[in-house]
C-alpha cells in the first residue's frame, strides 16, 4: 500500500505561483507519480507525470511551459510548480501512484491516490 498527501494548495490571483508538494509513504514499488485535476463541472484531466527511477516527465498541453514537476527521492515527494496561473486552473488537484504504467496520462493507470488539494485561481 501506498500513501499520498498532498499539500500546498490555495487561492492564487491570475498570473501567480503555487507549488504542490505529494509525499508518498508506503512499501510499494512505485514506477510513476502523476498529477490530475478535477475542475467543477468537468471530467478528471491529466496535468503530468513523472517516472520514478529514470525522472521522465510528461505534461498535458495546457499547462506545458507553465507547470514543471519534480521530484526529490530522498523524501518520496514529488512536486508540482505552478506559474503563470490562470483562472482555467482553477480545480482539486490530485497526486496519484502507479506500480505500473504504459503512458501515465490516463487515471485508470493510477493504483493510489491522494486526497486532493484546492487551487484556486483569482481574475
Known amino acids: 500500500q501506498v500513501q499520498l498527501v498532498e499539500s500546498g494548495g490555495g487561492l492564487v490571483q491570475a498570473g501567480g505561483s503555487l507549488r504542490l508538494s505529494c509525499a508518498a509513504s508506503?512499501?510499494?514499488?512505485?514506477?510513476?507519480m502523476g498529477w490530475f485535476r478535477r475542475a467543477p463541472g468537468k471530467e478528471r484531466e491529466f496535468v503530468g507525470a513523472?517516472?520514478?527511477?529514470?525522472?521522465?516527465?510528461y505534461y498535458a498541453d495546457s499547462v506545458k511551459g507553465r507547470f514543471t514537476i519534480s521530484r526529490e527521492n530522498a523524501k518520496n515527494t514529488v512536486y508540482l510548480q505552478m506559474n503563470s496561473l490562470k483562472p482555467k486552473d482553477t480545480a482539486v488537484y490530485y497526486c496519484?501512484?502507479?506500480?505500473?504504467?504504459?503512458?501515465?496520462?490516463?487515471?485508470?493507470?493510477?493504483?493510489?491516490w491522494g486526497q486532493g488539494t484546492q487551487v484556486t485561481v483569482s481574475s
Open positions: 496519484a501512484a502507479a506500480n505500473s504504467y504504459s503512458s501515465g496520462s490516463y487515471h485508470y493507470e493510477y493504483d493510489y
Open positions: 508506503g512499501r510499494t514499488f512505485i514506477s510513476i
Open positions: 513523472i517516472t520514478w527511477s529514470g525522472g521522465s516527465i
